[in-house]
Each structure stands twice: as C-alpha cells, then as structure tokens.
C-alpha cells in the first residue's frame, strides 16, 4: 500500500499517511518553518534545508530534498 | 543520494531496491549496486505507520538501528533482528530482514540460539527494560558472561509500557507510576554495574534526543565482535508523561536533553545523567 505524499513547499515533503501529529517536528526546527493547521502540517517558507525534522521523525513522515 | 539512484535507475521504485528481482536486475548491470542502498531497505513499508503512540521514541530508535545496520553494509540476508514482548518488542516486525518475535523475556536465549545455529549471522536484540531486566534478567546475566556476540538494544522508559505504565525494575526510586502511587520504594537495578562487572565488557547509554551518539554506540555495538548492551533512554508519553510532569513527545525529548549530557570519554563508570561508551 502507497502512502498518500504532499509537497508543503519548498524541499519538504509531508507522507500525511504515516504522519501522527506528534509535533516533533515542529518543537526541532531551528527556523520555526513547520506548523499544524487543523490536522495538516505546513511550511512557512523559511525552510533551511538541515534535515533535522527528517533525522527527529519517528514515523518517516517527513523527507527534506538535499 | 537516494534520490538520484531511485529516478536513474527506477522511477517508479519508492524505497530504494530491496526484491530478488531488483537484485539480480542490479547486480547484473552495475555489481556495486549494494553501495547504493540506504536504511530505507531495511525496513517494511507495508507495515507503517506503526502501531507505536504519537512521538514515541521507540520509531527513533528503530530508525537508527537500521541505519547503523545500513552503514555497516551488512546484507540483508547476514542480519536476524530479534525481539521480546512489550512495545519495544514489536519493533522486530517492521525490519525487513529476518526476524523472530517470541516470549516476553526470552529475547537474548533466542537470540543465542540464532548466533549457535549460524555464526555467520548478525544478531541483534531490540527489547523493552521491562522484557530485558525484569523477567528476562537471568538471560541477561548469562548472556553477558558468556560474551555471546550480538548488539542488545535495550529501550529504557523506566516502565512497563504496553500494560498500562505499572514500575519496572529501572523505575527510579520515588517515581510515582500506576502501581507505586507514593512514589517507587527501590533502588532502580544497575544495568551498567551489571554489565560491566563481566571482565570483557561493552556498554553504552544513549537517547532519542541525542541520535549521532545513539547511532555510533549501535555501529560500535554490532562490529564489537562480542556482547554488546546499549541502553537508550526514551520516555513512554502515554503512560507516564503526565505523572513524570510532560505531556507531549517534544516535552519528553526535552526533558532527556536537560536532563542527560554526552560524556565522550568516560573513565571506567558512566554517573546516573551521563550518557556514553565504556568498553574493554
Ligand atoms: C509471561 C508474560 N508475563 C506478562 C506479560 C504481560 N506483559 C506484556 S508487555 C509487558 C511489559 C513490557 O515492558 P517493557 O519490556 O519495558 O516494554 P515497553 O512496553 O515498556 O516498551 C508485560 C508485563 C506477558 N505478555 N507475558
Ligand atoms: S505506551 Fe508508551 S512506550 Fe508504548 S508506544 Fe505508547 S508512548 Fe511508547
Ligand atoms: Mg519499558
């Protein structure tokens, strides 16, 4: 079974389908660029591209492009 | 990197080549094929999102455990990941490699009779505190002594995590959990005196917070060539964030950041906060 992906902009790719809204992601990044809206992760635009939401991730829900 | 082999090779393959098909296809056109893999193929896709609560770090863990295996360029077919019961214990499932789920506590006998029936294989153990020192102590005891080669991860929430958060033998003297409500009455068991009372000896802690430490003591861990026992600290949030005073995983992972410091060289004894090798 596929994972349903959506590009929240920038090098970020959100897979909704493994992603619990644990907001770790969200406490880790540096650049505060990830928020939850209602039950979506979003991108400020102010991505860095250190990969530190995709090392923190517990459930691979989040993949940085290099 | 991942990306660039996956589109030149197979566009339409997400997670990197893991079938007999893909190999032989590979192999046959470009032998150093298994260069390119990365931990991605190690893990089974069709199984996630995993069972595990938001943010625990049990999915850290298990992530970083097939990228120290991936690292080593260990071939899927050389490594059997072997599990007790618990909710650490079902993180033996989601590799895709070899692997056993059995009894509670009977991981490391398990995993001894999978390193006697074929030394070739690389064994490793991945259990709760409650699986690996409580009812499996004995094991652990034996197992250590004998110097049997294989890497113990051990995932430390100081509880029983599945069963509702009742203190188990890590549970730190005067932590309130489901069944000690004044607070534990007991010393936590030492897991490092323990170990480290064999004459040849490999122990580590790490964290969920601290993954570059984690991911070198799990490499040192499995190419150690004898026992190895890396306790990881990891905070069960559903059980006991609330009477531990964090109600979130980002309130967990900082608590273990303010709480622990890496000690890159310690001398001979790791103290209760500090995280670390100590080896022979
Ligand atoms: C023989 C036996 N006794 C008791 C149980 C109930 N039981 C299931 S999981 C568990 C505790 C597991 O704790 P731990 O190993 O720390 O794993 P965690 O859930 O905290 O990751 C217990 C007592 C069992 N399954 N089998
Ligand atoms: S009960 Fe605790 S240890 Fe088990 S998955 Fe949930 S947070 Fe993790
Ligand atoms: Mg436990």
């Known amino acids: 079974m596929e994972a349903e992906k959506k590009k929240i902009g920038g090098p ?13 992601c969200v406490y880790i990044c540096p650049a505060k660029d990830l928020m939850i809206k209602g039950n979506e992760i979003v991108s400020l635009g102010k991505c860095t591209k250190c990969q530190l939401c995709e090392k923190f991730c517990p459930d691979f829900a989040i993949e940085v492009e290099k | 990197m991942a990306n660039w082999k996956v589109t ?18 590979l192999l046959f056109f470009f032998p150093g094929w298994w260069f390119l893999m990365s931990y991605k193929d190690y893990i089974k896709w069709e199984r996630m999102p995993s069972t595990w609560c938001p943010g625990c770090g049990i999915g850290i863990v298990l992530k970083y455990a097939a990228m120290a295996i991936d690292e080593l360029k260990i071939p899927k077919e050389d490594v059997v ?10 993180s033996a499932g989601y590799f895709d490699v070899e692997s056993l789920h059995g009894l509670h506590g009977r991981a490391l006998a398990m995993a001894e009779g999978v390193k006697r029936g074929n030394r070739k294989l690389k064994v490793v153990v991945i259990s709760g505190d409650g699986d690996l020192l409580g009812i499996g102590g004995n094991h652990l005891l034996h197992t250590s002594r004998r110097n049997v080669e294989m890497c113990v991860i051990c995932i430390n929430n100081e509880i029983y995590g599945m069963t509702g958060g009742q203190m188990s033998p890590t549970t730190k003297k005067g932590t309130v959990t489901l069944t000690s409500p004044e607070g534990s009455p007991y010393n936590p068991v030492n897991a490092q005196g323990l170990i480290t009372s064999n004459k040849d000896h490999f122990y580590a802690r790490s964290s969920v917070f601290h993954l570059n430490h984690l991911k070198k003591s ?25 009477r531990l005073g964090f109600k979130d995983a980002p309130e967990m992972l900082d608590l273990i950041r303010k709480n ?6 310690p001398a001979g004894k790791l103290g209760d906060l500090e995280l670390g090798i100590v080896k022979t």
């Open chain 1, 12 to 24: 970020l790719t959100w897979i909704k389908g493994y992603c619990k809204l644990c907001s770790i």
């Open chain 2, 218 to 242: 799990i490499q040192e861990g499995i190419s150690r060539g004898g026992f190895s026992f890396i306790e990881v600290i990891s905070y069960c949030i559903e059980n006991n964030g609330r």
């Open chain 2, 8 to 25: 030149l090779l197979r566009p339409d393959e997400e997670h990197g080549f893991s079938s007999f098909q893909d190999g032989v296809f």
């Open chain 2, 81 to 90: 990941v072997v599990s007790g019961i618990g909710c650490s214990g079902r």
């Open chain 2, 260 to 265: 622990y410091k890496v000690n890159p060289s």
